[in-house]
């Protein structure tokens, strides 16, 4: 049996709310993987079908949710993947950075900070990842992109598509790529300057 109702109390952040039925009755816990493949982000206010299920704990949650007027997905269509190989940029890219440190265009001390960043982020992002299925703390999206913009994103490309995490959410995408793309004119500038190397050579 379906039920209507109106989602509240969502937050886009953790990906989860809550739906109270038009009918009365008791709200139902929704997280955002409820909903049918392709919906839009939901946001307080909207109206909702959805279906009931209890969990281990006794709860009720919203199952099979779909926004009102929006069409039943067909089982037999199959689920578009993600045509941005991000795993493979991410890891092609570290390789990109080896060969250069190798090679002796790029000094070794920022090939170095590259591959201790990418480390960095992919924990983060497994991190966030855990904590968002456990509903507990999460990690900050500004420190994400922090981290990111230090030269962790060929970590963070893996760390999304492995662990499916931060993909969907446009916002989220837009600020990634801006901080990928001040990352690498910074790169070149540093390292065109000369400021890369004379740095290296203070190191030594």
Not at 3 to 14: E, F, H, P, Q, Y
Not at 33 to 38: C, E, I, N
Not at 135 to 144: D, I, M, Q, W, Y
Not at 163 to 174: E, I, L, P, Y
Request: glycine share 10%; proline share 5%; charged share 20%.
């Amino acid at each position: 049996m379906r039920l209507v109702g109106r989602i509240s109390d969502w937050n886009d952040d953790k990906g989860y709310g809550f739906v109270v039925p038009h009918d009365g009755g008791v709200r139902a816990f929704v997280h955002v993987k409820a909903f049918q493949s392709g919906s839009r982000r939901p946001v307080t206010g909207d109206l909702i079908s959805y279906e009931v299920a209890g969990d281990a704990k006794g709860r009720t949650n919203a199952t099979r949710v779909r926004f009102a007027g929006q069409r039943i997905e067909s089982p037999r269509q199959p689920r578009r993947s993600s045509p941005l190989p991000r795993r493979m940029l991410g890891v092609l890219s570290l390789m990109a950075i080896t060969g250069l440190a190798v090679m002796g265009p790029l000094p070794l001390v920022l090939a170095i900070a590259y591959l201790v960043f990418s480390a960095l982020s992919w924990l983060m992002y497994w991190w966030d990842k855990d904590a968002a299925g456990q509903g507990a703390r999460r990690t900050p999206e500004s420190t994400l992109h922090f981290v990111g913009l230090l030269g962790g994103w060929p970590g963070a490309l893996i760390a999304q598509q492995q662990f499916r995490h931060k993909t969907v959410k446009a916002s989220f995408q837009t600020v990634f790529w801006l901080t990928v793309l001040v990352n690498l004119v910074v790169a070149v500038w540093v390292v065109r300057s000369g400021t890369a190397q004379a740095l290296a050579d203070g190191l030594t």
